[in-house]
Every structure is written in structure tokens, then in C-alpha cells.
């Protein structure tokens, strides 16, 4: 009874640390002042640690929360507070590209949805006798998929360069 209710709890709280992780990054994409992209990115992070820690990966969790939210983007909120970025009255609180944004993601949900619902009754067929777990999962993640975690941490530092550049740019085309 106990056990079956902390595995319902893991699962819950992965479900709610995977939408938070997903708020956090579109909260990335939305907003315009850099402080606040860095303080979503940070939150996102966070996030992610929570899901590994769930997944079973604790070590993997400890470098995310300590090396990626402790120092890199410690290290990305100082380049950010040195380059004095101030948010100026006028400025949009989110960018031009929201609306854009919001329809891809919805048709990218949509076909997500769909493939989802109309795999879904093969996937119950392919699995019939075999058990789902978190430390299955664990296992596979870091034999097989460790190599696009890295790439995307290496991709995250490369948005945040790119953020900074057009922010630059943007500074000097409007003085």
C-alpha cells in the first residue's frame, strides 16, 4: 500500500517537475530582459536536477544543481550584471516573437498529441507483460542518451552567447 502510494508521489512529482522545467523554458524564449531569461534558465535547471533526482541518477542531479546553477550561471548573472543591461521604460516586457512562438508550439503539441494517442494502443501491445520503471529508465538514459544530455547543456550555454549578441547588437542600432 505504501510503496504502491510512493511510486503514484515519484510520478506526480515527475509530471510536476516536467511542466515547471517547461514554463521555465518557455518563460527562456518569451522574455526580453536578459536577467529574468537567466533567472528562467536557473529555475529550469533546478527543475531538471528534481527530475534526475527522481530518475534514480543522484549524481547526475548533483552536478546539474551544483556545476550548472552554482557556477555557470552564476558566472552568466555576473557577465550579465557587468555588462549593466538596464531595462529601459519603453522596452516590451516580451518579444515580437511570442505569437509565433506560441503557434508553433501548439502545432508541435498537437502532432505530439496525435502521435501519442494514435501509437498509443501499440504501445500497450509491445509492452504487455513488461514492467516500467524509473530505474530502467535510469539505465537507459545514461547508457544510450548520455551524449544528447551533454549536447544539450552545450546547446543551452550557446542560446544564452546568441541572447547576449543580440542583445548587443540591439544596443547599438538604438544608441
Known amino acids: 500500500m505504501i510503496e504502491s502510494l510512493l511510486q503514484h ?9 516536467a511542466a515547471c522545467a517547461l514554463v521555465g523554458a518557455v518563460l527562456m524564449l518569451v522574455l526580453r530582459q536578459p536577467m529574468r531569461v537567466a533567472m528562467a534558465l536557473i529555475s529550469t535547471m533546478v527543475f531538471l536536477g528534481g527530475i534526475y533526482g527522481l530518475l534514480g541518477v543522484h549524481f ?36 515580437a516573437l511570442v505569437v509565433p512562438g506560441v ?28 514492467r516500467f520503471g524509473i530505474h530502467q529508465f535510469s539505465i537507459s538514459f545514461l547508457t544510450e ?18 541572447a547576449l549578441a543580440v542583445i548587443k547588437v540591439s544596443r547599438r542600432a538604438h544608441g
Open 60 to 95: 547526475i542531479a548533483a552536478f546539474q544543481v551544483l556545476i550548472y546553477v552554482g557556477a555557470v550561471m552564476v558566472f552568466m548573472v555576473y557577465v550579465i550584471m557587468l555588462l549593466e543591461i538596464r531595462e529601459s521604460a519603453g522596452m516590451a516586457r516580451y518579444s
Open 9 to 17: 508521489l515519484d510520478t506526480l512529482l515527475l509530471y510536476v517537475f
Open 103 to 130: 503557434v508553433a508550439t501548439a502545432l508541435f503539441v498537437g502532432a505530439l498529441g496525435y502521435g501519442v494517442w494514435h501509437g498509443y494502443p501499440a504501445l500497450i501491445r509491445a509492452a504487455a507483460g513488461t
Open 145 to 162: 542518451y548520455w551524449l544528447h544530455f551533454e549536447l544539450t547543456s552545450v546547446l543551452l550555454v550557446a542560446a544564452v552567447v546568441a
